[in-house]
């Protein structure tokens, strides 16, 4: 009776938590949609200014794409019950996800350092937006992660193989958001100014 109650949680948690995850990502996209038009309205005003982005932004793209590919890793070994490449690849991303997020803070550095200000003295939407945007992306990021990190404690515990997906598969699918979302926001920061 008890393996029939868990079976029947497990199938309840998966029909509900990918609705859920789609739900929530939908809602962050529609966020930065709303506000990358609003940069783009804010550009028409006639006092915007240009400046180059931080070469730190093309880094942390290549590091968020290579983490995309070692969060595939991950899944593809949890499938094969391959427990110590779970672990590894898991591990790998976490280090990945840190880089991109050390990549972002100092890039931010930079732009300081260029004169380009998120508010105050000196400051201008251009500025303000890139550092709204790529902080809101940023802030994201730590909710992917902590997911991570849950991802990875529990590969070390041995908790997913075959038959137990669903955390890879919902930390899999808000990494790979995540990265996309950051690529829009790259290209869109690199060709709309």
Not at 70 to 93: C, D, E, F, P, Q
Not at 94 to 100: D, E, T, V
Request: glycine share 6%; with cysteine.
């Amino acid at each position: 009776m008890n393996t029939i109650l868990v079976e029947e949680k497990k199938i309840v948690r998966e029909k509900t938590a990918k609705p859920l995850l789609w739900i929530g990502m939908v809602s962050m996209s529609m966020l930065f949609a709303g506000l990358t038009s609003a940069y783009v309205v804010s550009q028409g005003k006639g006092d915007w200014i240009r400046f180059d982005l931080p070469q730190l932004f093309y880094i942390s793209t290549a590091i968020i794409m290579i983490s995309s590919v070692t969060m595939n890793w991950t899944l593809a070994s949890a499938k094969k019950n391959n427990y110590k490449n779970v672990r590894i690849a898991a591990l790998i991303t976490l280090i990945l996800g840190l880089s991109f997020m050390v990549c972002q803070f100092k890039a931010w550095g930079v732009l300081h350092e260029s004169k380009i200000y998120f508010t105050g003295k000196g400051s201008n939407n251009a500025g303000s937006f890139l550092y709204m945007l790529t902080f809101l992306h940023l802030l994201h990021m730590v909710g992917g992660f902590i997911s991570l990190s849950v991802v990875w404690i529990n590969s070390i515990g041995k908790k997913y193989n075959a038959e137990n997906l669903l955390g890879i598969k919902l930390c899999a699918i808000f990494w790979h958001f995540l990265d996309v979302l950051w690529i829009y926001l790259f290209l869109f920061l690199l060709f709309v100014r």
